[in-house]
């Protein structure tokens, strides 16, 4: 592993010791993965050498600032888990036209307080073959109308000077069938058709297909399409999307040089996109395989040698036992919480939140140096992922609840709030999913006040169950359904498009005047953001339960020093009580932390409907 003889490396350079003092620490850990994923081919140890040198000219091409940030990053290993965070999601052409639109919103942002700006997929993509973007055809050029590497690498350096850390997407399961390594496969290069799974018949397609499941029916039967020349490619998701080898230490390899191709551009951290389905092996479902871990444990071993600052978040849409196992400090560090966003929903629509606290107990703690990201709505479909045995603890089918579920928030229900639009309805199987802004989604529809109340009470639980809180940038000003959507060129099959619209100006435009929704939920959501960062039991990510004994109550608490904050959020359409004795494992007053007031629990508390409290309290003994 000498890199002395290499002319390309400056070994003279001043941060060239940090460099060895990492590779010092993380190789051995790199070696190890990478020969459990490559030890049984020849060129393991040549491939594993060729890695460590693309490494080292990654570290010595990282700009100056950039090796500062990591040496920040390391004396603060925990930044992300400050109480201060809080980030905002938001498609660039959509919401600011461009990078240089999304550069004029910076002060904006800052009034927001965000420390965290996910920009949704913007490199090179073809269209109408995008698929929002997930179909990469270059990791290394921005898409033409959005702007160049030059202008994200710029606007990078500047979220950083005003406390945001820049987070993309890296979509690292499949490329662009017009990505330039798809290109040379298709023409027969026997290099690059070692990038992807290419057969020459249906042998091995079939073989795969008896345990794989369809994603996308839809779009494709099974997970394999034909070439015009007659071969067979893995596409699990879409016709256009080709799935890497992952078995190919080379691809290993040129991937690891676009992850960090993308950290040096100012990138701190990276969305993993579909986690779950990296690793292939014949006889398996091909889906959360132990492989897929060792992967990312490896693509993270790089970074620690060459970009320690870059953070991975995981994005993993599957079983709740299963999300959790790719949330660790060697892995994923980050990750969204999917059963947290569905089960906000559940809560809103059965006014029980009997899932939900079950959840928060079970599966919401996580190890140290993780952290969850929590959110109420994203840029995808709701899917009602809680797991069928967890449901029948309670007495839930999970089939009808979740046809239930559907039925609701699409307003096929008497008596549905919601305004939704089903994603890949299914008559058949029942099967469906739900697309709609958090707005429309709570009846913001009509202008009711029980909407604007609910959008603040599905916004609490992620403010202050611990945590990033993410908000779906539009949504602070109460940004309704774009019915329009369907007009757009190759969007009209795709109803999530339903909410993502562009930039609502006018709701932002009153987003000063708390008389209008988008002011009552701006307002709602700054006091929620200012409560959080000035109270200290809301640091860190840990939480413990409380049970309210009331069905439509949800309750938990967040230590602290001796005090802490405990939770409550009345789902209920009506005025809800916690009564005297179940609060009586705590000091007879706390403070209300929304308004400084005393709070007398003796006597039980009365939460009002669609509310919630925040209430800093001491246990008895």
């Known amino acids: 592993m000498a890199l002395r003889d290499d002319p390309a490396l400056d070994r003279s350079a001043p941060s060239w010791a940090d460099f060895e003092r990492r590779l010092d620490e993380h190789l051995p850990t790199l070696a190890v993965l990478f020969r459990s994923l490559y030890g049984g081919r020849e060129d393991c140890a040549e491939q594993l050498a060729l890695l ?3 490494s080292a000219q990654a570290w010595q091409d990282r700009p100056a600032d950039l090796k500062a940030l990591d040496a920040a990053r390391e004396a603060e ?6 109480r201060r965070m809080l980030g905002g999601v938001c498609y660039v052409d959509r919401y600011a036209e461009d990078l240089e639109g999304v550069r004029a919103r910076i002060p904006y942002f ?3 307080g965000l420390t965290y700006l ?18 990469v055809s270059s990791y290394r050029e921005v898409k033409p109308a959005l702007g160049t590497m030059e202008q994200l690498r710029g606007l990078a350096a500047q979220l950083r000077a005003h406390g945001i850390s820049l987070v993309v997407d890296f979509i690292f399961n499949h490329t662009s069938d017009e990505h330039e390594w798809a290109r040379q496969a298709a023409a027969g290069s026997p290099e690059f058709e070692d990038y992807y799974w290419i057969f020459p018949d249906r042998t091995m397609p079939d073989a795969f297909e008896r345990n794989v499941r369809e994603i996308f029916p839809d779009d494709h039967p099974g997970s394999f399409i034909q070439l015009p020349d007659g071969r067979w490619v893995w596409t699990t998701f879409h016709t256009f999307q080709w799935d890497l080898n992952y078995s190919n230490p080379a691809v290993f390899r040129a991937m690891a040089r676009e992850m960090l191709f993308l950290a040096n551009q100012g990138i701190e951290i990276l969305r993993m996109d579909a986690v779950a389905f990296i690793w292939k092996q014949l006889g398996t479902s091909c889906e959360n395989l132990p492989e897929a871990h060792t992967l990312l444990r490896a693509f993270n071993a790089v970074c620690r040698i060459a970009a320690p600052s870059l953070l991975f978040k995981s994005e993993a849409i599957v079983h709740p036992d299963d999300v959790v196992k790719y949330i660790d400090p060697t892995e994923c560090q980050i990750s969204y919480n999917p059963l947290q966003m569905a089960l906000l929903w559940d809560a809103l629509a059965t006014r029980d939140v009997s899932l939900l606290a079950q959840a928060l107990h079970r599966r919401h703690n996580l190890p140290e140096g993780t952290a969850w990201v929590n959110y109420v709505r994203s840029h995808d479909d709701i899917g ?3 797991a069928d045995e967890d449901a029948a603890e309670l007495g839930i089918n999970g089939f009808d609840h979740r046809r239930f579920l559907n039925a609701f928030y699409v307003n096929r229900f008497p008596g549905s709030f919601a305004r939704g639009v089903p994603f890949q309805d299914n008559p058949k199987t029942g099967d469906c999913r739900i697309s709609g802004t958090t707005a429309s989604l709570c009846g913001l529809e009509d202008g009711s006040a029980e909407a604007v109340r609910r959008v603040l009470l599905a916004h609490s639980v992620p403010f202050s169950t611990g945590g990033i809180p993410l908000i779906f940038l539009g949504d602070e000003v109460g940004q309704l359904n774009d019915y329009g959507y369907a007009d757009e060129p190759g969007h009209g099959a795709d109803s999530r498009w339903v909410h993502r619209p562009h930039y609502p100006a006018e709701a932002y435009g009153q987003r000063h005047d708390p008389s209008t929704p988008a002011g009552a939920i701006f307002a709602g959501l700054e006091h929620m953001r200012r409560i959080r960062a000035d109270t200290p039991e809301f640091e860190g990510t840990r939480l413990i339960d409380f049970g309210t004994d009331n069905p439509s109550v949800l309750g938990y608490q967040r230590p602290g020093e001796g005090t ?4 409550l959020a009345n789902f209920s359409d009506r005025a809800q009580c916690v009564s ?3 609060l ?3 000091e007879p007053e706390g403070t209300d932390l929304a308004t400084g007031a005393a709070v007398h629990l003796a006597a039980g508390l009365t939460i009002p409907p669609q509310e919630y409290f925040w209430l800093r309290v001491r246990p008895l003994g």
Do not use: C, I
């Open 564 to 567: 802490a904050v405990l939770a």
């Open 110 to 112: 800052t009034e927001l």
């Open 384 to 386: 009602w992922t809680f």
């Open 584 to 586: 009586s494992g705590f």
């Open 77 to 82: 290993p925990a930044w992300f888990q400050s």
């Open 580 to 582: 005297a004795r179940t």
């Open 118 to 135: 996910h920009l949704m997929p913007l490199f090179q993509a073809p269209e109408p073959n995008s698929d929002g973007g997930y179909a």
């Open 52 to 54: 460590v040198r693309e």
